[in-house]
């Protein structure tokens, strides 16, 4: 019998035990109080499912040995949203769901190979509200979520904000052929990689320029604004901060909006944000969301 856990997987004492009872807990009064039902999404779905029309890569899915495609849950996202449209599409929209459990990646081992990493996730779908709404709703409860955990100053919590529809207008210039390598360069913060492509010297130096384009949302709208003149997008983002403004102050926490900030899984199609704190080691990533039609 093997005396170790799979890699990546964990065993849990007593005390994490209990401190993951109580934070699921402490989240799932906020969800309760804001209108949020729960539901309880299987550990196990099809591939097809899960990768979410390929918006999840493959490799970040820990495949199972079945009869038919199956694995086990990088997210929650995904499951619930398919719940959504087939047992509960019979349900009055608008629909606000919530769910706790552990996930599951596949990542690269230290040592080389895969391994599997195991994590607690905790939040909420909201189904049939329309953008701006629907962010303005999320982002409130999350601030509020915020609260209930009483984050500590030293934790120098900042909430993280970018648009598509933001990456989309940095992109409108660019070739239809250089736009995904320029929008990798962008998310990755790679300089020299947007320097080596292809481009006109003037939009090069112009896409240059708007990797720096990151700060409090009032700036950088002012200056993606002088760029590409006003925008419908631009109304909507100053009117969900100033939404935003007050919960955050009264939390101590700093909004950055940065226009190349795109997450990890391809699933979104509006608004994206992290919740980031600083830990003793390195800065972690509390909370991540954002919207997908």
């Not at 209990?18 to 309760?32: F, G, H, P, T």
């Not at 955990?149 to 030293?154: G, H």
């Not at 130096?205 to 590409?228: E, I, Q």
């Amino acid at each position: 019998m093997a005396l170790q856990p799979a890699a990546g997987a964990k065993d849990l004492n007593p005390r994490q035990v209990e401190s993951n009872r109580k934070l699921s807990e402490q989240l799932a009064s906020v969800y309760r109080r804001w209108g949020y039902d729960e539901v309880s999404p299987p550990r196990v779905e099809r591939l097809d499912t899960l990768m979410a029309g390929g918006a999840i890569a493959s490799e970040d899915v820990v495949r199972l040995v079945a009869d038919e495609p199956l694995g086990l849950r990088p997210e929650m996202t995904a499951s619930i949203a398919r719940a959504a449209c087939t047992r509960l599409a019979s349900r009055p929209r608008p629909l606000r769901l919530w769910a706790s459990g552990t996930v599951f990646q596949s990542r690269a081992a230290d040592e080389g190979g895969q391994c599997i990493e195991e994590n607690l996730q905790s939040g909420v779908e909201l189904f049939g509200v329309a953008p701006i709404e629907a962010e303005m709703e999320l982002l409130s409860l999350l601030m509020a979520a915020v609260e209930r955990l009483d984050l500590q100053a030293q934790h120098q919590p900042r909430l993280l904000m970018g648009h598509t529809g933001l990456m989309d207008l940095l992109l409108s210039p660019v070739p239809s052929s250089k736009r995904d390598d320029v929008r990798t360069a962008l998310i990755e913060f790679d300089r020299l990689g947007l320097e080596a492509i292809s481009l006109a010297t003037d939009l090069k130096a112009s896409l240059l320029s708007l990797l720096d384009c990151r700060g409090t949302p009032n700036a950088v709208l002012d200056r993606l604004t002088s760029c590409f003149g006003n925008q419908p997008l631009f109304d909507d983002l100053h009117r969900l901060c100033r939404q935003l403004h007050a919960p955050a102050a009264a939390q101590g926490l700093r909004i950055q909006l940065d226009p190349t900030f795109q997450p990890r899984f391809d699933l979104y199609t509006g608004l994206v944000f992290q919740l980031v704190c600083d830990t003793n080691s390195a800065p972690v990533v509390v909370a991540r969301g954002g919207r997908y039609d």
